[in-house]
């Protein structure tokens, strides 16, 4: 009786221990499956922020140049002011 109470106790432990293993490995997988996952994301992300990154150097470069007319049109008008201004006053000072 008591060896085949040892019998079946090895034989359960045996089951226990091939169960855990079979865990194990499914767990590993997830894992693995969880990790190839994560760096897709990641690298999807990445790709994402580098579009941003352009297209924020793109606004950046923009900016520049619509300040640098901004200044352009500020000094023509300046000058055209003038030249008005300055026409203004001779055509004043022949009528008066």
Same mark, same amino acid.
């Given at each position: ?30 894992? !693995?499956?969880?990790?190839? =996952?994560?760096?897709?994301? +990641? #690298? %999807?992300?990445? $790709?994402?922020?580098?579009? &941003? /990154?352009? *297209?924020?150097?793109?606004? !950046?470069?923009?900016?520049? =140049?619509?300040?640098?007319? +901004? #200044? %352009?049109?500020? $000094?023509?008008?300046?000058? &055209? /002011?003038? *030249? ?13």
């Amino acid at each position: 009786m008591q060896s085949t109470l040892k019998i079946l106790l090895s034989f359960f432990l045996i089951m226990v221990f091939s169960s855990c293993e079979d865990l194990e490995k499914k767990v590993e997988d997830k894992l !693995n499956f969880i990790n190839e =996952k994560a760096a897709k994301i +990641d #690298s %999807l992300v990445n $790709r994402e922020l580098d579009k &941003v /990154d352009a *297209l924020d150097s793109i606004i !950046n470069k923009e900016t520049d =140049k619509i300040q640098q007319l +901004d #200044s %352009l049109i500020d $000094r023509s008008s300046s000058r &055209v /002011d003038s *030249l008005v201004n300055g026409k203004l006053e001779r055509i004043n000072s022949i009528l008066n």
